[in-house]
Structure formats: C-alpha cells, structure tokens
C-alpha cells in the first residue's frame, strides 16, 4: 500500500496521485474545460507522461493498444459529451478485445445534472453496453475508493474497460483521503481435479488441437505454453488477430482462425475430435461466422478456459470448462506430465505442413509490379523478434496476418473488434511505449483516413512508427462483399485519395511511394533510419483483393452462381 496522504487535497490532485498510487506511467488526452483540475495536476507529475493527442478515436485506441501491449490499464482522459462521443470507438475496441483500459471523462457540475447543461451526457446509460463498468463519482472524498475499484474491475477477471465520470465541480472541491494503490489484478487458477480431467480427455485424443486467444497473455505464460504443445506434440492454432502467442516458426503452431483463415486449417479445426480452447472466447470472427463447431453441442470433446466464468458454457458446451487467468493455466500445463508417446504425430506435421505450403505466395496469372507476397517474404525475414506490428480492419490485413512471422517479445496489435482507424493510433502508442523497437502500422487507405493525423501526435516524441499504407483506393473489403453479393455493381466504396506521401511530409514524417517489389526494401530501410515517423505508400494493383484472389474472380464466380 502507498502511503496514507492525508493533506487537503483537491479532487483533480486525488485522481492524479491515484493513477501514480496505481503505477500509471503514460496517459492519453484531448483536453476539456471539464478537467482542469486534473490537467493541472498532471503539471505537477512529471512521473506520468501526458500525450496529447488530436482526436478522441485516435487517443482511445491509444489508450487500448497500450493496455494490450503492457497488460496494463490504457489510461485515457476525455471531456464530457463530444469527447466522450469521439472516444467510445476505442472503449467498445476494448470491450470486444478484453483489455484493460481506464477512461476519464469531465461530467457537467453535480448541481447542472439532468438539465441537458452543456455538452451533458449520462455516461451510465451511454457507455452501459460499451464499458465493463460505469461509475461517476459524486464525492471528492471517494476519488480514492473508486478508482481503486475501476483498476481493479479492469484488470481482473476478462480485462475490460471502465469509464469514471467526474464532475467538474467535485474535482474542484477539496477533501483530505488516504490515496491508496496499487491495484492488484485477481485472476482464477486451475483445480487438480480439472488440470488431471484435461489430461485425461487429451491422453484419450486422437486429432487434438488447441487455440489460443483472447487477452492477458504474459510474454511468460506464452514460453509455458509452447513448453506444454512441444512437450505433448499438440498442434495448435490461434484466434483472431492473436498470432503472437505461439512462436509461429515453432512446429506445432498450425495458423490463425482469422477472417483469412487457410481454408485446410478450417477443415483440420473441423476434423479435431478435441478442442483445447485457451482464453479464446471462440467469436464470431474465430468461429468463422459460427460454422467451426456446432451450436450448443460442439460435436466434438471441448474443453474450454477462460478469464470469465460467464464466457464458459455461453454459446458452446464445454465436456470440460475451467475458469482461470492465461498465466495460471500455461504455468500448470507446463508443469503437467506429458502424455507418453502421442499417437497424433502424423496428425501434428499434417497441420504443420498445410500452413507452412500458404506461406507461398498464392500463384498468380500475371504478376502485378508490386507483388505484395514477395514485399511480406522479405519483411518476414527483415522484423526482429521484438518488433511490434499494428493492424488496422480492412483486406489489406490479410497480407501481414497471412505472411508474417510472430513470435514473443514481439506482437501484433489488431482490433478483433474490426474497427478502422485502429492501425496508425495503435502504432504511435506502441512507439511511445518502446522507442527502442520497430513499429510497423499496417493500414488501408480508408483507414488511414480515419485517424491518420495521430502522425501529428508522434511527432515531436522522438523516433516515430513505420505506417505501412495500402492504397488500392477503396474501402476494398466492402466491395470484396459487393462483388460477391451484386456483382459488378460498385456503390459507396470508391475513394479519391489525396496525395499521401505529400501528407506525411507536411506532418514532417519521411514519406516514400512504392510500385514496384524492388523499391520496398531500400524505402523500408530508410523510413528504419530516419529517427521518426514514417509513412510508405504500397500503390497496390486494385485487383488483388485478398491475399488469395482478384475482383474479377469473385466477380465470375458470382456471376456464375446467379446465371
Ligand atoms: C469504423 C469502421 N467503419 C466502417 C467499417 C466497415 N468496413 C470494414 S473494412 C472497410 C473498408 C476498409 O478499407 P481500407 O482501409 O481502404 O482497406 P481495404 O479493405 O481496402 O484493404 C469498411 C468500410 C469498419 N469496420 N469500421
Ligand atoms: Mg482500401
């Protein structure tokens, strides 16, 4: 426990010397009239560094790729009605992908509530379906007890966010109350009985396969976890957009269940007759649109961990469902006795085998100037282990998710709630947090546009992130749909871009534009040695649609479907 402070105090000071108590050494903001108190205080804590950003989406999604990244609350400070409004992009992205993240929003004066005074929003309702927990706190004294309670909700259990209103005024008032921190993350372990039930069920396998996913993965709990599928031979695959938990030059990790998803390994998830699911939630996007396994029977022997004892049973049936933190379960399967001589080793490098032939690039009747397998071959073999790579939503992803090679203490970042606008944000914060590594931001030209002027609030704070911009100037995933619902009939999803690269210079970030495979490298390298943000435009052939057909294709098929 910090110790007792028991000076006059005033609300905005007990908010600023309780995220110190609760180790909060970043935070993001777009300043408000509505929160002087704590900006103010801010002045008098060099220890918490303050990033202003320039639009509430891009601080939010700061905020969350922070949390992802460390494990620890994104802190994000917000006004009231149109901050609060601009920053819930970043607060669902964090609900949907379990992260811990604390957001302070300025509230009108206790004494203006329920008069639609300026700019007033009732955060309860607002933020109810969006935020893990809601709460405003009416009492300069409970400034302390309640944001105690908000990085304790964050953190424990499945991670989430909280949102905590505070009225201008209480911040304003003074109070003496002891600050108190840090917050201690509660997490479940796994039972004996449950950990020798899972040995069991898995000794008596034939084609087992594990997924991973979801939050709160330590880079130790992923070295426990690898040590558990090399020791037991057991393939393993991931969920959405979490490819860095499992080495993936490791001979047991078999690809991701993304929205790319190697058909074979949808097939093999299909084949298993056991599914060891390890803080996945098995979504949408996982589950690829709930066809994976059946409804509530699975049709095959699940065993499914989890943070959140409300996840387990929710939509499938688990024969076998533990409740427990990532870091607990690995530890006890690293330590549980192998099983003897697996009879699924031909099943194993079957599954290995299929993903390591979609690392080739797919065959192509012509090949375009700039082709996008050969750019992500070279980047694979070019990141460092540690690099961290950030993803926007949008079809450009399947390129990076397809071919790229993630591992710890690297990462990838990515919204799995598929929001846009994601990417450059995520990579600013990412840069912040660890100057010292490479940042590469993958992002559409749609999505760029979105939150691209987070360039601005890298610049300035030392080396920037490497934006990686694919222009195929349209928002390309959606046409991909029309092409194959209305066929030939483009509407709403073309785009006129400006120029890009002359965007990035006027921010003062290097820019390069790229149409041909052999300027990336050396474009890649100099962005690498410029010492700030950079931005690289991949003028892509609009053909390629996905990392493994054309729009003309999908155009034929489904003209032939409806003929
Ligand atoms: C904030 C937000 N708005 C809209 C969508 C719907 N949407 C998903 S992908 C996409 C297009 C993305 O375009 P771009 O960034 O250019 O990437 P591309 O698919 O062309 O590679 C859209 C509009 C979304 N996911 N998020
Ligand atoms: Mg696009």
Same mark, same amino acid.
């Given at each position: 426990?910090?110790?007792?402070?028991?000076?006059?105090?005033?609300?905005?000071?007990?908010?600023?010397?309780?995220?110190?108590?609760?180790?909060?050494?970043?935070?993001?903001?777009?300043?408000?009239?509505?929160?002087?108190?704590?900006?103010?205080?801010?002045?008098d804590a060099p220890e918490i560094r303050l990033?202003?950003?320039?639009?509430?989406?891009?601080?939010?999604?700061?905020?969350?790729?922070?949390?992802?990244?460390?494990?620890?609350?994104?802190?994000?400070?917000?006004?009231?009605?149109?901050?609060?409004? &601009?920053?819930?992009?970043?607060?669902?992205?964090?609900?949907?992908?379990?992260?811990?993240? %604390?957001?302070?929003?300025?509230?009108?004066?206790?004494?203006?509530?329920?008069?639609? #005074?300026?700019?007033?929003?009732?955060?309860?309702?607002?933020?109810?379906?969006?935020?893990?927990?809601?709460?405003?706190?009416?009492?300069?004294?409970?400034?302390?007890?309640?944001?105690?309670?908000?990085?304790?909700?964050?953190?424990?259990?499945?991670?989430?966010? %909280?949102?905590?209103?505070?009225?201008?005024?209480?911040?304003?008032?003074?109070?003496?109350?002891?600050?108190?921190?840090?917050?201690?993350?509660?997490?479940?372990?796994?039972?004996?009985?449950?950990?020798?039930?899972?040995?069991?069920?898995?000794?008596? #396998?034939?084609?087992?396969?594990?997924?991973?996913?979801?939050?709160?993965?330590?880079?130790?709990?992923?070295?426990?976890?690898?040590?558990?599928?090399?020791?037991?031979?057991?393939?393993?695959?991931?969920?959405?957009r979490r490819q860095d938990i499992v080495d993936?030059?490791?001979?047991?990790?078999?690809?991701?269940?993304?929205?790319?998803?190697?058909?074979?390994?949808?097939?093999?998830?299909?084949?298993?007759?056991?599914?060891?699911?390890?803080?996945?939630? $098995?979504?949408?996007?996982?589950?690829?649109?709930?066809?994976?396994?059946?409804?509530?029977?699975?049709?095959?022997?699940?065993?499914?961990?989890?943070?959140?004892?409300?996840?387990?049973?929710?939509?499938?049936?688990?024969?076998?469902?533990?409740?427990?933190?990532?870091?607990? $379960?690995?530890?006890?399967?690293?330590?549980?006795?192998?099983?003897?001589?697996?009879?699924?080793?031909?099943?194993?490098?079957?599954?290995?085998?299929?993903?390591?032939?979609?690392?080739?690039?797919?065959?192509?009747?012509?090949?375009?100037?700039?082709?996008?397998?050969?750019?992500?071959?070279?980047?694979?073999?070019?990141?460092?282990?540690?690099?961290?790579?950030?993803?926007?939503?949008?079809?450009?992803?399947?390129?990076? &998710?397809?071919?790229?090679?993630?591992?710890?203490?690297?990462?990838q970042l990515g919204p799995t709630s598929g929001?846009?606008?994601?990417?450059?944000?995520?990579?600013?914060?990412?840069?912040?947090?660890?100057?010292?590594?490479?940042?590469?931001?993958?992002?559409?030209?749609?999505?760029?546009?979105?939150?691209?002027?987070?360039?601005?609030?890298?610049?300035?704070?030392?080396?920037?992130?490497?934006?990686?911009?694919? &222009?195929?100037?349209?928002?390309?995933?959606?046409?991909?749909?029309?092409?194959?619902?209305?066929?030939?009939?483009?509407?709403?999803?073309?785009?006129?871009?400006?120029?890009?690269?002359?965007?990035?210079?006027?921010?003062? #970030?290097?820019?390069?534009?790229?149409?041909?495979?052999?300027?990336?490298?050396?474009?890649?390298?100099?962005?690498?040695?410029?010492?700030?943000?950079?931005?690289?435009?991949?003028?892509?052939?609009?053909?390629?649609?996905?990392?493994?057909?054309?729009?003309?294709?999908?155009?034929?098929?489904?003209?032939?479907?409806?003929?």
């Amino acid at each position: 426990m910090a110790a007792a402070n028991l000076s006059r105090s005033s609300g905005g000071q007990l908010v600023v010397a309780s995220l110190k108590a609760h180790g909060v050494e970043m935070a993001f903001s777009v300043a408000g009239e509505s929160y002087l108190e704590v900006l103010d205080a801010l002045y008098d804590a060099p220890e918490i560094r303050l990033v202003t950003c320039r639009q509430e989406g891009g601080a939010a999604f700061m905020a969350e790729a922070y949390g992802k990244l460390t494990g620890k609350p994104g802190v994000l400070l917000v006004t009231r009605g149109p901050g609060a409004c &601009n920053a819930s992009i970043g607060v669902h992205t964090a609900f949907q992908d379990s992260t811990p993240m %604390v957001v302070l929003v300025g509230q009108v004066a206790r004494h203006q509530i329920d008069r639609e #005074a300026f700019q007033e929003v009732d955060f309860r309702k607002m933020y109810a379906p969006l935020a893990k927990w809601v709460t405003q706190i009416d009492l300069t004294d409970r400034v302390p007890e309640l944001l105690g309670q908000a990085f304790q909700v964050a953190t424990s259990g499945r991670p989430g966010p %909280v949102v905590v209103a505070l009225p201008e005024d209480m911040l304003r008032d003074t109070a003496e109350a002891a600050v108190v921190g840090p917050y201690h993350a509660v997490r479940a372990h796994p039972g004996a009985a449950d950990l020798a039930e899972l040995r069991r069920l898995l000794a008596a #396998a034939q084609r087992p396969m594990a997924l991973v996913g979801g939050s709160g993965w330590s880079d130790a709990a992923c070295a426990d976890i690898a040590r558990f599928l090399q020791a037991n031979d057991l393939p393993a695959c991931c969920s959405f957009r979490r490819q860095d938990i499992v080495d993936n030059r490791l001979a047991v990790y078999c690809g991701d269940l993304g929205t790319g998803a190697a058909p074979s390994l949808v097939a093999r998830v299909k084949e298993a007759d056991l599914l060891l699911a390890l803080g996945a939630r $098995i979504g949408e996007i996982t589950s690829q649109s709930y066809t994976l396994l059946g409804i509530p029977d699975p049709a095959k022997t699940l065993i499914h961990v989890h943070a959140a004892a409300e996840e387990l049973g929710r939509v499938f049936r688990p024969r076998l469902a533990i409740q427990s933190g990532m870091p607990e $379960i690995a530890a006890a399967l690293a330590a549980l006795e192998p099983i003897a001589r697996p009879r699924w080793a031909a099943w194993r490098s079957a599954c290995r085998a299929e993903y390591e032939a979609g690392l080739q690039p797919t065959a192509l009747a012509e090949r375009p100037a700039l082709d996008l397998g050969r750019v992500m071959t070279w980047l694979r073999e070019r990141l460092p282990d540690d690099a961290i790579v950030t993803s926007d939503a949008g079809n450009f992803s399947g390129w990076p &998710n397809r071919f790229l090679s993630f591992r710890r203490p690297g990462r990838q970042l990515g919204p799995t709630s598929g929001a846009m606008g994601y990417g450059v944000p995520a990579a600013v914060a990412a840069k912040l947090a660890h100057p010292e590594r490479i940042v590469v931001g993958f992002v559409g030209d749609g999505g760029f546009l979105m939150t691209g002027q987070e360039l601005a609030t890298a610049m300035g704070a030392g080396p920037g992130p490497i934006v990686l911009l694919f &222009n195929n100037a349209m928002y390309g995933t959606i046409r991909m749909h029309q092409e194959r619902r209305f066929p030939g009939r483009v509407s709403g999803t073309a785009l006129v871009n400006p120029d890009f690269v002359a965007l990035a210079r006027s921010y003062g #970030a290097y820019g390069a534009r790229v149409s041909r495979t052999e300027e990336f490298a050396p474009a890649f390298e100099e962005a690498a040695a410029s010492g700030r943000a950079a931005l690289i435009e991949l003028q892509m052939d609009p053909e390629m649609i996905t990392t493994r057909t054309t729009l003309a294709a999908l155009r034929r098929q489904a003209e032939a479907a409806t003929a």
